[in-house]
């Protein structure tokens, strides 16, 4: 009988199953799908060891109304699905205000701190290296006012979170990027993220290690968790399978099972969607960009350059609506001499959110043997790793590497 069940086979949940295996528990990852097809498929593939500040609700007048006309590219929302998440933002809102936020900060960058170095630590193991890349990413800007902005914020990240970053002029960013087809008054280069080629590679990678170790992966329904006498009984395609403890890791659809045991945290979806393109002739993108204020990213991955959208608020169950990389893809054609599509269709996913900006990871209150890890939002990538050793620490009752209190589940 495996000791440890982790429904959820994105990067969260094989970082948990990969850490717990590697600390000799007998674990089953057990997921609908194979491992890393969810949210984790599609993403930017950065690993954000700049993102120290998590992505507030917009607290400015003038933000809130260029969202609400419903026109950008960086954020829409369905009409129909607002007064289900009415709650949600307004927490969220709530949240962003300035002092909460900052306590949003030290508790997501104390996270964020380490994700470079739990990333390389399993990828070395996983013979996976080769997929982070260390090219950082660029954020390029208009004006020399919006960059001097900008400056102010990135030495606020050096000097309190080591974050590093180097500037760019505007001849400096041609060079470095040489298939740019606009000028820019310059950019910002975070030099220490690792670009990952291919994020489902990775997942991949992490589970196949976590196989050659002996964990066990399994096909099933999470939905069908239940309590079975002193322990949690899974339904699988070989059959239930039983264990002491259990951990939810399955991102946005976390709460389709915690809601049937009672516990309902506020965890919202923000969707987001990519699409492949080539590039015309020998032209070729560096690394990741993204153009100030277009809240799309353009990367350079194996299967070509990938467009990754910004947020969408829409209800669970609404079939995909990709206006806004309808919307992106001409803006981004003006900037890089991007060829054909590759993907017949969109692919969609959804950054599982939480309002309070922070992942809820603990033990959960009240149900023997049951444990939590969801709600990574823009930094599920970033944070599988980390989210993986802090819940085996905590679970073999180790001092954890970092203070886990700002993220548990009792405080919804
Ligand atoms: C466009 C976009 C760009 C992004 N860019 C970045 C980035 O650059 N860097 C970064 O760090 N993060 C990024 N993110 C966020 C990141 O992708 C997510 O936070 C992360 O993938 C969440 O991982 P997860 O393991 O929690 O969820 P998922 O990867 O969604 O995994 C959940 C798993 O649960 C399974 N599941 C669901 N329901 C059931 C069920 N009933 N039974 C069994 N299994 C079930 C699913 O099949 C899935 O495999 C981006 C997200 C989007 C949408």
């Given at each position: 009988m495996p000791e440890v069940i982790v429904l959820g086979a994105g990067i969260v949940g094989v970082s948990i199953a990969l850490h717990l295996r590697r600390r000799g528990h007998h674990v089953t990852l057990i997921d609908r799908k194979g491992p890393g097809e969810g949210t984790s498929f599609g993403n930017a593939g950065l690993i954000q060891r700049e993102a120290v500040f998590p992505y507030p609700f917009p607290r400015a007048l003038s933000d809130i109304t260029r969202v609400a006309r419903n026109r950008s590219i960086d954020a829409v929302y369905h009409p129909l699905?607002?007064?289900g998440l009415a709650s949600p933002l307004l927490r969220?809102?709530?949240?962003s205000e300035p002092e909460r936020y900052a306590h949003a900060v030290a508790a997501h960058s104390a996270l964020i701190a380490t994700c470079l170095a739990e990333h390389m630590a399993l990828a070395r193991e996983a013979g996976a290296e080769h997929l982070l890349r260390p090219i950082g990413w660029m954020r390029m800007f208009p004006t020399q006012e919006s960059l001097e902005t900008a400056l102010e914020q990135a030495?606020?990240?050096?000097?309190?979170?080591?974050v590093n970053y180097t500037t760019l002029d505007c001849r400096a960013l041609a060079d470095a990027e040489p298939a740019l087809l606009v000028e820019r008054a310059g950019a910002i280069h975070w030099t220490d993220p690792y670009s990952v080629s291919?994020?489902?590679a990775l997942s991949v990678a992490y589970?196949?290690?976590f196989t050659r170790?002996?964990?066990t992966i399994a096909i099933g329904d999470a939905t069908t968790l239940k309590r079975h006498g002193a322990g949690w009984q899974v339904q699988t395609t070989d059959g239930p399978t039983d264990s002491a403890t259990v951990i939810i890791a399955l991102g946005a659809a976390s709460t389709h099972v915690t809601k049937l045991?009672?516990?309902?945290?506020?965890?919202?979806?923000?969707r987001g969607y990519h699409m492949h393109y080539g590039m015309q002739g020998n032209a070729v993108l560096q690394r990741p960009i993204q153009d100030y204020d277009s809240g799309f990213m353009l990367i350079p991955m194996r299967r070509g350059v990938r467009l990754t959208t910004g947020a969408e608020f829409a209800r669970p169950d609404a079939p995909p609506t990709p206006v806004q990389l309808e919307r992106a893809e001409p803006v981004a054609r003006a900037l890089i001499p991007l060829a054909e599509r590759v993907d017949d269709t969109p692919w969609m996913g959804v950054r599982p959110t939480m309002p309070d900006m922070l992942p809820i990871i603990g033990r959960a209150p009240g149900q023997p043997g049951l444990w939590y890890a969801f709600g990574h939002a823009h930094q599920g990538l970033t944070l599988g790793p980390t989210t993986?050793?802090?819940?085996?620490?905590?679970?073999?009752?180790?001092t954890p590497f970092v203070d886990p209190t700002p993220y548990r589940p009792e405080r919804f």
């Open positions: 699905a607002l007064p969220y809102w709530y949240h030495a606020i990240a050096h000097r309190d979170h080591g291919d994020p489902h589970a196949n290690l170790l002996s964990g045991l009672g516990y309902t945290p506020p965890l919202f979806g923000k993986g050793r802090l819940i085996a620490e905590m679970m073999d009752g180790e």
